[in-house]
């Protein structure tokens, strides 16, 4: 599409009009679409539209009578992750000969993923094929640390994804809560009273993750 032709479109309906149209069609075009202009590029990465395409998406699987329930376990070892354009990946590492505590999926949001390989935190954005670093565990240097749940929110007052991760010590049996703001990439480590091995998978709700105890 010419930027001719699209100023002609652009005369003929309202951006509002077209910001609708497009969060309807399928991610394979949006990806093709980004390049028609600069500011289609822009309307794409715009936090409001991608929440209005995930949306649209997700009364689309509705329909279908197709629902996914995100896990939070760890990643099964016979899963590929070939279409991940991400750093580890392009390294072509053999996750099957890694121990499975260092490759974990910690939570989804609006379509994000956040992935925890190693000491690194990744967000995967599948709809686009993107893939960002986002935070580090410096405090994981010990090997007797290790994380047993996850999850990520979004801070409509702060507009911030957050990132939730429930930690043990091995050696001083002490159970706690790290927050990570992917904005400003400070840690807060809360301490947990509670068993942390009776906590399972949880939900997102107003910005605010919610788990269950068991």
Known sequence: MTKKKLSR?????????IEIILSNLPFKFLLRFKCVSEQWHCLFSSPNFKFSTMSNSQLSMQ??????????????QQLTMEELDCSFLMKRRDFSKRDTNNFMILG????????????????????????????????????????????LCFDSSENDYKAVMFTYNYLGG????????LKDKEWRLLK???????????????????????
Do not use: M
Request: with cysteine; proline share 3%.
């Open 9 to 17: 479109l652009q005369n003929i309906l309202p951006n509002e009009i």
């Open 63 to 76: 329909r279908q009578r197709w629902s996914f329930r995100p896990s939070f376990t760890l990643i099964n």
């Open 108 to 151: 989804s949001c609006h379509g994000l993923i956040l992935i925890n390989v190693d000491e690194h935190i990744y967000l995967w954005n599948p709809a686009i094929r993107c893939c960002t670093k986002v935070l580090e565990l410096y405090y994981f240097a010990w090997e007797d640390q290790f994380i047993t749940l996850g999850g």
């Open 174 to 181: 002490v159970e706690f809560v790290t927050i990570a703001s």
């Open 192 to 214: 947990f009273s509670y068993d942390i091995r009776s906590i399972r998978d949880g939900i997102t709700l107003h910005g605010r993750l919610h788990y269950r105890v068991i």
